[in-house]
């Protein structure tokens, strides 16, 4: 049997040499980059008489070995080098190599052109993870090649910025016309005598960089500055470059955003940050107060009091990681597979989240302040210590994860933060649980892979950190921190495996977590927790026995409960590590409880069998204090209401649930505090007799939605009313963050009230649409005014599209808004965009925010002739430019077998075909998993069309 897949861990064994330095040149021109290579290696233990070098898609005009006769000989995705004597142990020796690479449009790795200011210069840069540098440069494109760099740019004089990683060595300057770029080399010289040319050297020595790492970029930006200075005194530039004409008041709210993520890693990060908090806060109070009296030109003796005040106090605490260089640079980047890349000192993010523009909606400002942070920490976690392999991706990414949600929950509160990450875990139709048990499911570590982008999915960046918050659990916060800090003290400037952090971890724990580690890492799914308690009232002892499912060996995790009363006062609770398929956890001398609060903060990840009565299930969803325990009481009560209108869809919905979810909606404190996603309602019956049937499960929530509107309207046009008037202007990302919360309550009243469908509230939502200065409101407005029988819907459709392509933070969120809607014409409104000429599919962000939103739209996108055309369409189109994009689509097929059987037939077709005209094996390999990944929709199919050969991964 042919391998699974085509790389495996042992394919990633200890290069034979080190890589010390890379002195580079680049020579670019508008349609190919000329690059003069020497790269400093050193034999490690044995001898070598061959190297193998990385290579993909460059002219190799010359290689040779400074001083040793070689040879060369160039193969798929490489050159072996091969020299005339061995070369010994622990000698240096230096590769020079002359090559040219060409900019792509479509393959958004290597050296790709970006969106270009017109009259401008085209816009090139990298993208370099995970193996995009090679695409520049032969090299050993492993994340254990660590070194130095010196890299030179000559390009254009016309850019505005020439940039790579480190510090400038030597300043920019005009090269005189016909200048020898190097007098041992006539190969970089492509470029017209006309031409007026400038040149730039950096130079990166403080962190050694792997090369995925690794940045180049040269285009027209707008520039903006500002000093950072520690509370110690200590300081560093902070730039941000984004598009030309760029709102010079946002731009600054960029870097107001960027300088508190900063400062909250310094001071709320690190072995000691649980030690001194008040002061901590004090200082972080005292920063953001200079920084607002700085900025109304406040006295220069004030400003140095606030100074001294914050400098003493520094001095009382420990503080967390403090950044090495000396810029700290955020580029725009308009067209990428991801949304951010942490180059070392140069962060690449998706020019829409680069800055708060006005048309960002709340759901774009909350990913712009996630990002933003996430790839500063990416400076000490995946730059500094380095994962291994790309096995490893899940270390750099998952710690990294874990430290943005503290940075999320310290400026939205816990309970708001904690509740989208569950909610992101839970949902039915697009879940990271439901990704991880479809046909295309992969464990956070697989076996193998077919190429690194497999490797970063929501298991990755959703699954991964949830193992890491576990650790947390099992260690405890202040133990944790601690491991941590010695983990990146440990790995500075090296390379860590899976193995050194959790044996790190388990020594802090004083416990060997290595059978959790596999599996949680080795296998995809989840366990299932079935709970049967039982209380003893002759010894006052409550017995609760947990029996799990879902794998074998047993799943390791933390199990958190209480036992509650009927008025949410706690009477004992406890956190229990299951390490058995069956356990019993004992608390002794307690009173009766009135309800069990179970898996309290989503201790595990993973669900729960537990089914108490109802009466129980509304009082906890009422009165329990924590808030995603008492989120799934709430769920456990909806989905017996969508369970029972998918069983009878004429039936009336319970008055009982519609009165709890009016309360709960009524209820400010909960609101303020978890956001009115804590009333979302899935389109899921809780039970697998029904999943993954997306029609049926809409019509069910929305029967529910509009009883609930029938019973309450003047009570939603209330709190919409009340709501609506706590709209405010950005002064503060945690002052935005409570407006925020408020939006999510008068835009769920909206909802609620559209489900009317008359005039009366299509007058309220086009006056939202018309005369809301929050795009967030006006975007939700729309995407009910196309899915209402509104007389002026596709007159507002077609202004909205043309009002929004003129704005590309507008646009994307237009094409979202549009695929989302439930709008019964839904796919002929999506070919008027596609035949507007607007879309422009060799963009990245109109690929996820239109075909990618419009294949979660699953009612439409599965079980629909018209959207199973329209989504069959347009993964053949995509295929073929994008890769990545493709292959996320693809995950949309992964519970056929689950569906309804009338759509096996037709959704099989889609994919048998992909295959037979798919030209890239990752495409191919990924199709072939989800087709045999349902094999009763394949037998259907096979049964009637014939058999499906070359199916073998």
């Known amino acids: 049997m042919p391998p699974r897949f085509r790389y495996y861990r042992p394919d990633f064994s200890p290069s034979p040499v080190d890589v010390i330095h890379m002195d580079l040149t680049f020579s670019i021109s508008d349609t190919e980059t000329r690059v003069l290579a020497e790269t400093l290696f050193r034999t490690r233990s044995i001898p070598i008489r061959s190297l193998r070098l990385n290579a993909k898609g460059l002219e190799i005009h010359s290689l040779s070995c400074r001083g040793i006769w070689c040879e060369y000989v160039v193969e798929e995705d490489g050159i072996l080098v091969s020299f005339g004597d061995d070369i010994p142990p622990g000698t240096e020796f230096v590769i020079r190599s002359e090559t040219i690479c060409h900019p792509s449009h479509t393959l958004l790795e290597g050296l790709y052109y970006d969106e270009t200011p017109k009259g401008a210069p085209p816009t090139q840069i990298t993208q370099c993870q995970q193996w995009g540098f090679e695409r520049l440069v032969p090299c050993i494109d ?21 940039i790579s990683n480190g510090d400038i060595a030597i300043p920019r300057q005009r090269l005189a016309k016909g200048y020898s770029f190097s007098h041992s080399s006539r190969f970089l010289h492509p470029h017209p005598v006309s031409e007026e040319l400038d040149s730039i050297t950096y130079e990166n020595t403080t962190t050694p960089m792997a090369p995925y790492l690794f940045f180049l970029g040269v285009g027209t930006y707008a520039s903006y500055q500002r000093t950072f200075e520690y509370p110690s005194g200590r300081a560093f530039l902070l730039e941000l470059l984004c598009p030309p004409g ?9 870097l107001d955003i960027l300088e508190d993520g900063i400062l909250w890693v310094y001071l709320f990060t690190g072995p000691h940050c649980y030690e001194h908090v008040e002061v901590r806060h004090e200082i972080y109070r005292l920063y ?24 003493h106090l520094d001095q009382e605490i420990l503080a967390g990681y403090t950044y090495t ?23 690449t993010i998706s020019t829409n989240r680069l800055m708060p523009f006005a048309g960002m909606t709340d759901a774009g400002f909350e990913y712009l302040m996630r990002v933003k942070l996430h790839e500063y920490y990416h400076n000490l976690n995946g730059s500094e210590v380095t994962g291994e392999t790309p096995f490893e991706i899940w270390l750099n990414e998952a710690v990294t994860v874990h430290i943005e949600q503290q940075y999320h929950a310290f400026h939205f509160g816990e309970e708001y933060s904690r509740l989208q990450t569950v909610i992101s875990l839970l949902d039915p139709a697009d879940g990271t649980f439901a990704r991880d048990t479809g046909a295309a499911a992969m464990p956070i570590e697989p076996d193998g892979f077919n190429d690194p982008n497999d490797l970063i999915t929501s298991v990755t960046y959703v699954k991964a950190p949830e193992f890491v918050r576990m650790v947390e659990e099992i260690l405890g916060k202040e133990p944790f921190v601690w491991a941590l800090s010695l983990y990146h003290r440990k790995f500075a400037h090296a390379n860590a495996s899976r193995d050194d952090w959790i044996n790190l971890m388990g020594s802090i724990a004083g416990m060997d977590l290595g059978p959790m580690a596999d599996g949680w890492l080795k296998r995809s799914g989840f366990p299932t927790v079935t709970v049967h308690p039982s209380y003893n009232p002759n010894d006052r002892s409550c017995t609760i026995r947990l029996l799990q499912s879902g794998g074998d060996p047993p799943w390791v995790f933390p199990f958190k409960l209480a036992l509650m009363k009927a008025d949410g006062t706690e009477i004992a609770s406890t956190c229990h590590l299951v390490q058995h398929a069956e356990e019993e956890i004992i608390l002794e001398d307690v009173d009766s409880p009135d309800y069990y609060s179970l898996n309290r903060d989503f201790s595990f990840y993973g669900l729960l069998d537990y089914h108490p009565d109802e009466d129980l299930l509304y009082l906890q969803a009422r009165t329990d204090p924590e808030i995603t325990a008492r989120f799934l009481a709430y769920q456990s009560l909806a989905s017996l209401e969508i369970l029972h209108l998918m069983q009878d869809p004429g039936a009336a919905p319970s008055q009982e649930f519609i009165t709890l979810y009016i309360d709960l909606l009524s209820d400010t404190e909960l609101m303020e505090g978890a956001g009115a996603h804590f009333l979302t309602i899935f389109e899921d019956a809780g039970d697998p007799a029904f999943a993954h049937h997306y029609l049926a499960a809409y019509h069910a929530r929305r029967s529910l939605e509009l009883a609930i509107a029938q019973s309450h309207a003047p009570t939603l046009l209330a709190l919409y009313r009340a709501y609506h008037q706590t709209d405010h202007t950005w002064e503060s990302i945690g002052g935005l963050a409570a407006f925020i919360r408020n939006r ?18 299509h007058e309220i939502i086009k006056n939202q649409f018309r005369n809301s200065p929050v795009s967030t409101d006006r975007m939700h407005a729309y995407g009910l005014l196309i899915a209402s029988t509104d007389p002026e819907r596709l007159e507002l459709f077609r202004e909205m599209m043309d009002c929004a392509r003129k704005d590309p933070v507008v646009w994307e969120q237009f094409l979202a808004a549009t695929t989302s809607a439930d709008a019964d014409d839904l796919v002929s409104l999506l070919r008027e965009i596609e035949d507007s000429g607007y879309l422009r599919i060799e963009q990245a962000n109109d690929q996820r925010a239109f075909y990618g939103r419009f294949a979660r739209n699953r009612k439409v996108s599965l079980e629909t002739e018209e959207g199973r055309s329209f989504l069959s369409d347009a993964l053949f189109r995509l295929m073929v430019v994008n890769e990545y994009t493709t292959t996320g689509l693809l995950t949309t097929f992964s519970h056929i077998d689950q569906m309804d059987t009338k759509t096996h037939i037709p959704l099989m077709e889609i994919l048998v075909n992909l295959l037979n005209h798919a030209s890239s094996l990752t495409i191919q390999q990924t199709l072939k998993r989800i087709i045999m990944g349902n094999p009763t929709a394949l037998a259907t199919y096979q049964s009637l069309k014939g058999h499906v050969s070359d199916l073998e991964l």
Do not use: W
Not at 142 to 162: F, G, L, P, V
Not at 246 to 254: F, K, T
Not at 744 to 761: H, S
């Open 142 to 162: 492993e994340m254990t090649a660590k070194c130095t760099y010196r890299t030179t740019i000559i390009a254009d004089s016309r850019y505005t910025h020439m």
């Open 246 to 254: 760029s709102d010079p008041a946002r731009a600054e709210q960029a």
């Open 288 to 311: 953001t107060k200079r920084t607002k009296l700085r900025r109304r030109g406040a006295d220069e003796e004030d400003l140095l009091r606030i100074t001294r005040q914050m400098e």
């Open 325 to 347: 260089g000396s810029v700290y640079r955020e580029i725009g980047m308009q067209n990428s597979d991801f949304g951010g890349m942490e180059n070392v000192g140069n962060t």
């Open 744 to 761: 999510q309550v008068k835009n769920l009243c909206l909802r609620l009230l559209a489900r009317l469908d008359t005039p009366e509230v």
